[in-house]
């Protein structure tokens, strides 16, 4: 159960700045982290791009200087307003990952870091499908987020973690069989690969159909 400091990260941007820059010091810094789930990819300044729960636009920069076709979609208008701000080279567009308002198959790569966690069984099953439907055939899904630890010193900083910021949600992903449930979901799994003491995974996976 996640203590008064989650709902005051988010109230505060400062300070769920400085909680990202400290969970990201385990992979080499912010900036590394930030672009995790897009090493090894294709980008050309003509892939279209959904950064999916882009927040205020903290990896949406990275992809901005990558493609000139990047839409931001997040559920919450504060945090849009502060990825307009910080990012205006993207489009942002208000909506919930589990019911995506954009056209089927419009997207070469959806990219998502850190919110998979933050979703129910049933949501990340509906946001799997959305995924599928708005990314062109062979078009890639990368994302990452949180993995059981396969390092025994990891597991105890990522427990206080989970105390302090994070809900039931983040506890049943870790049980979650991530690259099963894009199995499922129709797609193929290109690469999984593991970070932080295995606390982290990366996973890019291909749209099949």
């Known amino acids: 159960m996640a203590t008064f400091l989650r709902p005051l990260s988010y109230k505060y941007q400062i300070i769920y700045d400085t909680i990202s820059r400290t969970a990201a010091l385990s992979v080499g810094g912010e900036a590394r ?4 789930a897009l090493q090894e990819l294709e980008i050309s300044s003509e892939t279209s791009i959904l950064d999916l729960c882009c927040g205020a636009g903290q990896t949406t920069k990275f992809l901005v200087a990558k493609s000139n076709q990047v839409t931001g979609l997040d559920i919450s208008p504060v945090a849009l307003a502060r990825a307009k701000q910080k990012v205006p080279q993207a489009k942002y567009v208000e909506g919930l990952a589990q019911n995506i308002p954009l056209p089927d198959r419009q997207f070469d790569l959806v990219h998502t870091s850190s919110a998979l966690h933050e979703m129910t069984t049933k ?9 599928h439907r708005v990314l062109k055939p062979g078009g890639i899904f990368t ?3 949180f993995h059981p630890p396969t390092n025994v010193l990891f597991w105890f900083p990522v427990v206080v973690f989970m ?5 039931e949600t983040a506890w049943q992903l870790l049980k979650t069989d991530l690259a099963t449930k894009l199995t499922e979901n129709g797609f193929g799994i290109v690469r999984q690969r593991l970070y932080a003491g ?5 996973i890019q996976a291909v749209c099949n159909s």
């Open 143 to 145: 994302l990452v987020d």
């Open 198 to 202: 295995g606390s982290l995974q990366v």
């Open 163 to 167: 105390w302090l910021f994070e809900t």
């Open 33 to 36: 982290f930030r672009q995790l």
């Open 123 to 131: 949501e990340l099953a509906q946001i799997l499908q959305e995924v």
